[in-house]
């Protein structure tokens, strides 16, 4: 794909609708993608058969307990470590990373504890190239309570780590949800986006013209960035899964002049 950029399909979003590991990596093909994300390892082997990347994995456990709470550091550090291991053999950038809910936790202490955790790691994740993204989620629809669902708090968190290896997720769904002024966003901060997925908004179904978001700019605006990585579609289709994600795929290549 021209300007570097790659795309990739999230895994469980056809699980969702009800494929098994070996339609979901046969559809990947099919239609046309480079790679797959948040496939569990034990199908990663029939992914590379299949001429596909692992774009990414999960860094840890869980998405509600994360890194902004201290006494879940050690298991997360383990976890993290381990799987910075995986990447390095399989070859992958991107281990995606989660805040933790708050549960009255401010988001002050957030910042401090989730930049804490991260701390212990990031030399780790320098020395393998690899890169732990922070994902930022809607706390208002899919994921209540979620501490990093503003693009700000993310970006102070990195500035308090100064890592290379620490970055964010940009979720275009969610922070639609969360804050809207995506193009602006993308263009002011775009060098702590080390990874993007996307989806249409409301529904988080297919990325199209039925949606309130037009996303041919939002990915002119990704390219125009300089990005040069994957775009991850996470969204779960309401009609034939391989148009829908073929669609997809053609819609975002259309733009990048592919």
Request: charged share 25%; hydrophobic share 40%.
């Amino acid at each position: 794909m021209s300007h570097g950029i790659r795309s990739s399909l999230a895994w469980w979003c056809l699980e969702e609708v009800g494929l098994a590991p070996r339609e979901i990596i046969a559809l990947a093909a099919a239609a046309g993608y480079d790679g797959i994300e948040l496939a569990e390892p034990e199908w990663w082997p029939a992914i590379a058969e299949a001429g596909l990347a692992v774009a990414a994995h999960r860094g840890h456990d869980s998405l509600e307990v994360g890194l902004n709470r201290r006494d879940h550091h050690d298991r997360i550090e383990q976890e993290l470590l381990a799987n910075i291991d995986l990447a390095t053999r399989w070859g992958f950038p991107t281990l995606i990373c989660f805040s933790g809910n708050r549960n009255g936790i401010s988001d002050e202490e957030g910042l401090e504890m989730t930049a804490e955790g991260l701390r212990r790691v990031a030399h780790a994740a320098e020395r393998a190239g690899v890169s732990l993204a922070v994902e930022l989620l809607n706390s208002r629809v899919d994921h209540p309570d979620y501490q990093c669902d503003r693009t700000r708090w993310g970006v102070r968190l990195l500035h308090m780590i100064d890592s290379p290896a620490v970055s964010l997720l940009y979720d275009v769904y969610h922070m639609q949800i969360m804050e809207g002024d995506i193009i602006r966003t993308i263009r002011d901060d775009h060098r702590a986006f080390s990874h993007y997925h996307v989806a249409g908004k409301p529904g988080r179904n297919e990325p199209d013209s039925s949606q309130e978001l037009q996303y041919g700019p939002v990915y002119r605006a990704i390219a125009e960035s300089g990005y040069r990585g994957w775009v991850g579609m996470e969204f779960v289709p309401t009609r034939d899964p391989l148009a829908s994600f073929r669609d997809a795929r053609l819609a975002l290549e259309a733009e990048l002049g592919s």
